[in-house]
């Protein structure tokens, strides 16, 4: 058996609404409807008052600090253990991200940290929900109230995910989302921002589209991008939208029935949590070795890739990345919290029509291999 670590669903409403697009050869990222349908509905749908699109997460968060006034020298508190597009939008800037430490059980940001790694150059925090746990908001904002400073949120992996009833992407200044393919809503490659802050909506509205001159379109009015999401994505995207519910529950059923599976090896496995705070959603199921098995990661991830099964690890955090260590930029040991997660958890297939019987392959051969590591 074959089971791959994430494969993207295509409905066929979906199809009919990007043959809808191509019949009407609105196709790319100026004209059709669907551009502003999708941003409207995508708005209500999180909760606030705008949302623009763009091409991926990445230009979604370059594009999120740009329209905010983040600049060359200003210092940005990330979350150290993300997808590396978090830090690099930070870096296109010519700012400076300073990696914080996170927590092992949501692995996101460790609040406690902050207030020691402000200086009068700091400017924002950007907190990530990562794999769909919501980050603890509160403290957050304390801090960023005390000391003046944006809040940010990378939304990537958190689609729909909730803290205190209001969803993620409307908790702090701008929310930062992605519809790349394995995520939990996608239009193929895509992005957007949302926002309260008229101000920030328009000007990432028109950073993303060139920045064309208002009287004069070819006299720009500042260094624009071409971070536009084309119509056709804009379908696929507005469609998933609308089923978003169904994908949203067809993963918890996912992780649900792996916990279930997996629940009598909770002596050498922590399982995804969720605080009692948090509505979190599953992008991708993540289990964290830990006894005997902290350092068996390669060893058990080789045996299921023997055996048909693609796993991913967990991201490598940017304290640790060669490039940026290379640079004098961070310590590797810096972030040790980060380092142990990064090193001993991985995820399972996670994609909305694997099926029972691939799920109870999966987690057979996982126990078999642990057996195995265990006895010895
Ligand atoms: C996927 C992801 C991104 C980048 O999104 P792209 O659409 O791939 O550019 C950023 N941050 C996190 C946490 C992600 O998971």
New binding site residues.
Partial sequence: MKVPVSIPFVSNDDKKIVNKALDKSAISGVYGNFISDFENNFANYIGVKYAVTCS???TAIHLALAASGIKKGDEVLVSTL??M??FFAVIYLGAIPIPIDVEYDTMNINSDLLVSKITSKTKAILV?H?FGHPVDMDPIKTIAKKYNLLVFE?C??AHGAEYKNKKVGSLADVGCF?F?SN?IITSG?G?MITTNNMKIARLAHKLKNLSFGKKNRFMHDDIGFNYRMTNLQAALGLSQLNNIGFYIQRRKDIASLYMKNLIDLSEFIDFPIEKKWAKSVTWMYLIKLKGPLANKRKFITDYLSENGIETRNNFIPFNAQKIFIKDGLVKLNECPVANKLANSSFYLPTFVEINEKQILYVTKKLKEIIKKIITN
Avoid: M, R, W
């Fill in positions: 991926n997460g990445t993300t997808n597009a978090t990530v990562l990378d990537a992996e992605s790349f995520k490659e992005g």
